[in-house]
């Protein structure tokens, strides 16, 4: 089993709909971190928690949130899709340090 | 100016060559300095990290890093075409920008047989 999953890993759904995005880790990480990646744009953070209690906006927060709900569970919602949230989205864990980046799969969604 | 600049590419090598990758950074407090590569349609994947002024070396890989400049670099020694692929630099901005991992934009590097 991968140490960072992510469900769904390919999701279409329509514009106006709520969505959420999971993501759950083996690895015993403090730190989560939610990104999106577009073509040409790298990877741009969302979100990130560095524990249960304590979550922060990234670059690009506005019409994203998140819950944490335990340390090995962060979820990413879209509360109501529009058609340029279409992108990969990754979710990674690092421990307290910040050292290495453990990404999961991935998670390709289209909102049309 | 963004906080992590990196050449989108390509950047194509023949095989057995050098690739150079390069990347700049805006954060003067930033103090860990991380390179991933990213297949296409796939996760990144740590390939270096460097935390001092200097070079360090893993197999054909060399990170440089120059704080002074605020300028990490990535050096593939003997290309193959298996390393084509993107590249991204990461920099750790510790508390003087929120103490989170931020992304460059990605260098493609294409090695040619």
């Known amino acids: 089993d991968a140490d960072v999953t992510q469900t769904p890993r390919n999701r279409i759904t329509k514009t106006g709909k709520r969505i959420m995005l999971e993501c759950s880790q083996t690895?015993?990480?403090?730190?989560m971190y939610w990104y999106r990646q577009d073509p040409g744009l790298g990877l741009r953070l969302i979100y990130y928690?560095?524990?249960?209690?304590?979550?922060n906006k990234g670059e690009i927060s506005d019409g994203y949130s998140v819950s944490r709900q335990a340390q090995a569970k962060f979820s990413l919602s879209l509360e109501s899709a529009i058609p340029n949230q279409t992108a990969l989205y990754f979710c990674?864990?690092?421990?307290?340090?910040?050292?290495?980046?453990?990404f999961g799969q991935g998670t390709r969604l289209t909102v049309v | 100016q963004k906080e992590v600049e990196q050449n989108s590419g390509p950047l194509s090598v023949p095989e057995g060559a050098i690739a150079s990758l390069n990347c700049t950074y805006s954060?003067?407090?930033?103090?860990?300095f991380f390179w991933y590569r990213q297949y296409s349609g796939k996760s990144p994947e740590l390939i270096m990290f460097?935390?001092?002024?200097g070079d360090k070396e893993d197999g054909r890989f060399t990170a440089q890093l120059n704080k002074a400049s605020q300028y990490v670099s990535l050096l593939i020694r003997d290309s193959q075409p298996s390393d084509s692929a993107t590249y991204l630099c990461?920099?750790?901005?510790?508390?003087?920008?929120?103490?989170?991992?931020?992304f460059g934009t990605g260098t493609r590097l294409a090695v040619r047989p």
């Open positions: 990674a864990t690092s421990d307290f340090m910040g050292d290495e980046a453990f």
């Open positions: 954060d003067r407090g930033s103090q860990s």
């Open positions: 460097i935390y001092s002024n």
């Open positions: 928690s560095f524990d249960v209690k304590d979550i």
């Open positions: 690895k015993g990480h403090d730190r």
């Open positions: 990461a920099v750790d901005g510790k508390k003087s920008s929120g103490d989170k991992l931020t």
